[in-house]
């Protein structure tokens, strides 16, 4: 198939040659004063006369000889075989990444002291744009550094994907263990009291002190650490072991059945019994303590 132009080809610059060969433009446009550098030809044109849209991001885009000629209406015989046209490409300093990662956090956390330190950047050359951070672009993580997504919006509207890593800490009031925790261990209130505290990722709000009481740590918890939702769970309303009330019905009939639990469930939660009655097996649904009910 004939190609009706060929006036743009855009390549993946490491089909080409390298940045330094192609002509660097800043704006959105290329201009004659632009191609003049590579064509002298071109310096006979008005220098803003506008030549087409710049390649996007870090791509390049080619005009052949056929082309350049076009441009010149025929005229200017001596023009090279070919000028790639390349966006200025810059690498963009650390003070630049920080400046645009306070600001994204600025937005984010308007009422919490935080600190934020970038840690880790793309190093390579860039096109000149404006760095942003959406809230979305954050990869969660339990640790204080963090993988930060974002984009360099450029002035033609195109963007280029772009991405940090930093170390986010962010001041608030927490829970703060006064004893290590083994795992299934219950909290009582004297294992932890409320302190402001420094902690790693973002602004959050701090838990309720009597929430936490008489819940279950799932794991071993290290004494001055903080005490997290996460690390904890309900008490079981059932046990193994344990003798269990059982609702079960058939029609409009009610009917309780004595039973024995097989595993350990909160409310809600579906488990394995064992009927007291002739020894068969059931699933039923926790509904309270030592109370579960076989659904029709």
């Not at 930060?148 to 280029?160: C, E, I, M, N, Q």
Request: aromatic share 4%; hydrophobic share 45%.
């Amino acid at each position: 198939m004939k190609c009706t132009s060929r006036s743009i080809t855009l390549l993946a610059s490491l089909l080409l040659p390298a940045a330094n060969a192609c002509v660097l433009v800043e704006g959105a446009r290329i201009h004659a004063s632009d191609l003049a550098f590579a064509a002298p030809a071109f310096a006979a044109l008005p220098a803003d006369k506008d030549l087409g849209p710049a390649p996007a991001g870090t791509l390049v885009r080619v005009f052949h000889k056929s082309q350049l000629a076009s441009l010149l209406n025929g005229a200017g015989a001596d023009l090279p075989d070919s000028i790639c046209v390349q966006r200025k490409r810059e690498a963009i300093p650390t003070e630049v990444w920080q400046s645009a990662i306070e600001i994204a956090m600025a937005k984010l956390c308007p009422e919490t002291q935080w600190k934020a330190q970038v840690i880790e950047y793309p190093r390579h050359l860039l096109p000149i744009g404006e760095l942003t951070f959406p809230r979305g672009g954050i990869v969660a993580s339990r640790g204080p550094v963090i993988l930060w997504r974002g984009a360099l919006l450029l002035p033609d509207k195109t963007s280029v994907p772009v991405w940090v890593r930093l170390d986010i800490r962010t001041q608030r009031r927490a829970n703060v263990l006064q004893r290590a925790l083994a795992a299934g261990t219950t909290v009582i209130s004297e294992d932890y009291r409320e302190e402001t505290i420094w902690a790693p990722g973002l602004c959050v709000a701090p838990l309720n002190p009597h929430d936490l009481n008489g819940l279950i740590a799932k794991r071993a918890i290290a004494q001055g650490a903080e005490l997290r939702p996460e690390d904890l769970r309900r008490p079981p309303a059932i046990h193994r072991g344990q003798s269990v009330e059982v609702e079960s019905a058939s029609g409009a009939a009610r009917i309780r059945i004595p039973a024995v639990a097989e595993q350990d469930g909160e409310v809600g939660e579906r488990v394995q019994l064992r009927s007291s009655w002739n020894g068969s097996k059931l699933v039923g649904r926790v509904t309270g303590v030592q109370k579960a009910k076989v659904d029709e």
